[in-house]
């Protein structure tokens, strides 16, 4: 299974918005083959440098998902990272 990861921090409505709408396409299957894993960057100062003013961020491998997106650029993006 693939780990989609989602750079987050307490207290931010934007983080949970992606991560309703990620759970809600693993939910529903509209992507497969994928765990979610969250990670606080407040508890890691280069974390917070890095993503601070950009969370919501997901990141497959290497390859990053910055806010601002929605539902269908969401599936559209991890459904192209399965190729």
């Known amino acids: 299974m693939k780990e989609i990861v989602l750079y987050t921090t307490l207290g931010c409505h934007l983080?949970?918005?992606?991560?309703?709408?990620?759970n809600h396409l693993i939910d529903k299957q509209l992507v497969s083959g994928y765990r979610l894993s969250l990670i606080e960057i407040s508890e890691d100062d280069s974390l917070l440098e890095l993503y601070g003013i950009r969370i919501p961020v997901l990141a497959i491998n290497n390859d990053e998902l910055g806010w601002?997106?929605?539902?269908t650029e969401l599936q559209s993006w991890v459904n192209t990272r399965q190729e």
């Open 15 to 22: 983080c949970d918005q992606a991560e309703a709408m990620l």
């Open 68 to 71: 601002p997106f929605d539902l």
